[in-house]
């Protein structure tokens, strides 16, 4: 698999970088010798833009890996690879724009600088976004149907036999025909512990015991063996992994730590030792800094725009109901350390003197007039962008939850903890998903840990527009 994905990305990388070139050229020819659109000034050289285009066919495939495009997954939907490819192009031509101008502005001479050599086109720049999105979505597709097409008929399956048919060998299987992508075709089951009638599991037959591995092998052709026996059968795993060296396949060893292992696992070397680090999160390095970045660009340019609403909210709280306008609450975040987050007061003061900390609910009497409106539309919410410039918080991750709750929440639920693997958000994957206020618990951890394993910056983006067109369908309490 390693070698196939290897191949695929170098294909994506090679296309991407050829069609941001041809894009960037032909926004050139569109914009200045197609007529189309009117010249106001002279028309630039196109031999300047010629030179540009080695810039752009680096700096476009760079964008897309940051944006995780060249990580192949399962379940990558067509609308996640229009949002990797619609960020990426934007960050690119972001990037681009600000390169060509630092180049014009330290690298050229004061009689090129007043003939505006190398200062692209804004038209120039609009096009090229419109039409690499279209051409690098486009060959997606393109690559998408072909293999689908390929596959469906049967032509070049690699034919994959798993031994061990219990519960890790099982789980194989559920994913290789997940992972239909791949092209990868079972074929079968091999398990000391097949019984008669030779049942398998999902269609798939139990072929024989490992001892039969040899003549299977042989037999049906195999290309990959994975190899799924529990801890215990660990001398028969290295018997079958010394059969199958002997024939030409590729033998793949599926640890029994599966049931562990809820985020992405990760292989590390300890002076030439391999270890596997459990739950590994991609928001590491540069991700979290850019995560960052766009954390304090986003909140700083919305408490500077919504500075007139916040001062009207509070008024009103202030006039309506005695008590602070801003209402704190210690919350669990990154890595399980509290902070304070900060809400507009929608309840009346002393309001859970007396039941302690309880969940909202529907109709709450402890709402005030004001804070019940405030609730309804989330706004109460509003200074928590607060807790994302001082980086309490993130604009999207998993709501943050009071730690009286944790205590509870984390005896009970299985993997609970790991949603502090990453800073708590004002909105996340399992609220836009309608996961929010009195719900599911189990169903907000699974959508909360689909999101730190899937994270890019497309996913917030998709979260934040979500957010947007589904928060006055589904309210809080």
């Known amino acids: 698999m390693r070698r196939y994905n290897r191949l695929l990305v170098a294909y994506y990388v090679l296309t991407d970088a050829a069609l941001a070139a041809a894009a960037f050229l032909l926004a050139y020819l569109i914009r200045f010798e197609s007529g189309l659109i009117p010249i106001w000034e002279g028309v630039p050289p196109f031999e300047e833009y010629v030179a540009l285009t080695p810039f752009l066919a680096l700096l476009v495939p760079a964008a897309f890996h940051v944006q995780g495009l060249y990580r192949l997954r399962r379940g990558r939907s067509r609308v996640d690879d229009f949002f990797a490819v619609l960020v990426g192009t934007i960050f690119a031509m972001v990037v681009g724009i600000g390169g060509t101008l630092y180049y014009a502005t330290y690298y050229l001479d004061d009689e090129m600088k007043r003939q505006g050599a190398y200062e692209v086109s804004q038209l120039v720049w609009a096009l090229f976004l419109l039409l690499n999105i279209v051409l690098a979505y486009a060959s997606r597709e393109l690559v998408r149907e072909a293999l689908e097409r390929r596959w469906k008929a049967g032509i070049g399956l690699k034919r994959v036999l798993i031994a061990g048919a219990g519960e890790l060998g099982r789980m194989v299987a559920d994913k290789v025909l997940q992972h239909r992508e791949l092209g990868f075709k079972v074929i079968g089951f091999l398990d000391d512990r097949a019984s008669g009638d030779h049942i398998g599991y999902r269609g798939l037959p139990l072929l024989g015991t490992l001892a039969d591995a040899d003549e299977i092998i042989k037999g049906e052709k195999i290309d990959h063996v994975y190899v799924a026996l529990p801890l215990e059968d660990h001398v028969k795993m290295l018997e079958l992994v010394e059969v199958t060296n002997r024939e030409s ?8 730590l599966l049931q562990f292992i809820a985020l992405r696992a990760r292989l590390e070397n300890l002076d030439g030792v391999p ?20 954390d304090v660009s986003l909140s700083g340019v919305a408490l500077i725009s919504l500075s007139v609403p916040l001062l009207v909210i509070a008024l009103l709280i ?34 859970e003197d007396e039941t302690g900390p309880i969940w909202a609910r529907d109709n709450d009497p402890r709402c005030t007039p004001v804070g019940r409106w405030l609730r309804r539309l989330d706004l109460d919410e509003l200074p928590q962008l607060w807790n994302v410039l001082r980086g309490d918080m993130s604009i999207v991750g998993p709501r943050p939850e009071r730690p009286y709750f944790v205590e509870q929440f984390k005896h009970r639920i299985p993997q609970y903890m790991l949603r502090h693997k990453v800073k708590a958000g004002i909105t996340g994957w399992a609220q836009v998903n309608g996961w929010r206020g009195n719900t599911s618990l189990e169903k907000r951890i699974e959508y909360d840990l689909y999101y730190i394993e899937n994270w890019s910056v497309s996913l917030d983006i998709k979260i934040m527009w979500l957010t947007v067109v589904r928060g006055l369908q589904k309210h809080a309490y």
């Open 275 to 294: 270890i596997i680090s459990l739950n590994d999160v991609p928001l590491r390095g540069f991700n979290s800094i850019l995560k960052r970045a766009i």
């Open 249 to 256: 396949v590729e033998v793949h060893v599926v640890p029994d």
């Open 318 to 351: 202030r006039r309506t109901s005695r008590g602070p306008v801003f209402y704190t609450q210690e919350r669990m975040g990154l890595d399980g350390k509290a902070f304070h987050v900060y809400k507009f007061r929608s309840m009346y003061l002393g309001a």
